[in-house]
Each structure stands twice: as C-alpha cells, then as structure tokens.
C-alpha cells in the first residue's frame, strides 16, 4: 500500500506556463515533506520542503503547497523553462524517525519550448 | 555538491552470484541510506545506516545486507543475486542539515542475468 502517490505519471506544459505537480499521501504522521528533481543517469537532487507546520514554502520559482486537511501536497513552478524538463519526486517523513523518507513514483515533467 | 561516490556504476552479473555495491560519503555525515529505482516504484528503501555499525531495514531489504564500518562507507551486498535485483541502486546520505534532506550519489545500474 503506498503511503506517497503521484498519480499523473506524466506532464507536458509550455515554456512560461505554470506546472503544477501533484502528491497525495495516506500517513497523518507524516511531519516533512521533500521534492526531489531526478535528471536521467543521475542521482535525485532536493529541490524544496515543508514542513507539516506550514501552508506554503517559496524558493525562487519553486512553490509548495501543503494542504493537510486534504492530505495533498502541490509544488508549483512558475515561468517553466525547458531545463525543468525531469522526473520530480515527492516525499514524506514520519516523526521520530531516523529521517527515513517514503518516496512517490514520480511525474515526469516535460517543458515544452 | 555533496561528495558521494557510488561504484561501481555499472555492473553486470549472474543469477547467484554475490554482488557488492560500495557508497563512499566525504561529508562526515550520521545517516546513509540505500534506495532502489524501478519502473512505477520510484525509490524503495533498502537498509539504513544511523551510525558505524548500527543498521536497520528499510521497505525493501530481503536479499540484502549492509555493513558500515567507517562513517565514510556504507556497503551492500546482494548475497545471491537474483533477475529481480537487476534495478538502479542510489545511496543517499543526511545529517548535519536541520532540514532533513538526503543528498544522492549518482546511481549504480545493476543487471542480473
């Protein structure tokens, strides 16, 4: 049973439009949640986080968003350019963990010119 | 970047023969963890390492095994390899850092024949 879910395997947007990529997960104890950005033959890179305590993190950019209620997750970018084209991950950590992250499948974001 | 080398990056091997994987950190770093990269799955936690010598399984850890003798190395090993295990294998280091990223190496391609 995933406990992280990506359920768009993919994304095709324009240059200078807004992408917005999705994750939803099951775990209320989940209290961090990470987006990595993953280029092919290369390991993830971290892109951005929030903590559960926030709505809203911003770098640059990246924006992301944390509903909880909902349990829904959301990393905007804005303009997309065609270096952005990559698989994002998303992921969560539990409480009291040893910074242990369970990981979504991944959406593959492809940035159109 | 953080400074992690995985080795080797490609490897090709047989059903039952033993396989070892090498993740060298230069970070100084508490926490290593290894990952696997499958189709659908995104990344899948193997075993983890919360100091020398002190391991723990992750979602993932049959047919596995890990040792951690010096804080810079973290090894794994496929005592049996199996068509199964033939995956992309990424370590991952944490600590230091509040914020609880994992920094990747770069990948080891394994193919189990």
């Known amino acids: 049973d995933q406990q992280v879910k990506q359920n768009s395997p993919s994304l095709s947007v324009q240059e200078g439009r807004i992408s917005i990529l999705n994750c939803d997960y099951t775990n209320s104890m989940f209290d961090y949640f990470l987006w990595y950005k993953k280029y092919p033959a290369e390991g993830p890179t971290f892109l951005i986080s929030i903590s559960s305590i926030k709505d809203k993190n911003e770098d640059g950019r990246f924006t992301v968003f944390l509903n909880k209620s909902a349990k829904h997750l959301s990393l905007h970018i804005v303009p997309s350019q065609p270096g952005d084209s990559a698989v994002y991950f998303c992921?969560?950590?539990?409480?009291?963990?040893?910074?242990?992250?369970?990981f979504g499948s991944g959406t593959q974001l492809t940035v159109l010119p | 970047d953080a400074g992690i080398t995985q080795s080797p990056r490609h490897k090709v091997t047989e059903t039952g023969t033993p396989v070892t994987l090498r993740c060298h950190q230069t970070e100084n770093h508490r926490y290593m963890y290894w990952y696997r990269q499958d189709p659908g799955h995104g990344l899948r936690l193997i075993h983890y390492?919360?100091?020398?010598?002190?391991?723990d399984k992750g979602e993932v850890s049959d047919g596995y095994s890990v040792s951690r003798s010096k804080t810079e190395d973290f090894l794994l090993t496929l005592e049996s390899a199996t068509s199964s295990q033939t995956s992309v294998y990424f370590c991952a280091i944490s600590g230091g850092s509040p914020f609880n990223e994992q920094f990747f190496g770069p990948g080891t391609r394994l193919t189990v024949l």
């Open positions: 390492s919360y100091g020398v010598k002190d391991t």
């Open positions: 992921a969560a950590r539990m409480g009291g963990s040893a910074r242990q992250l369970t």
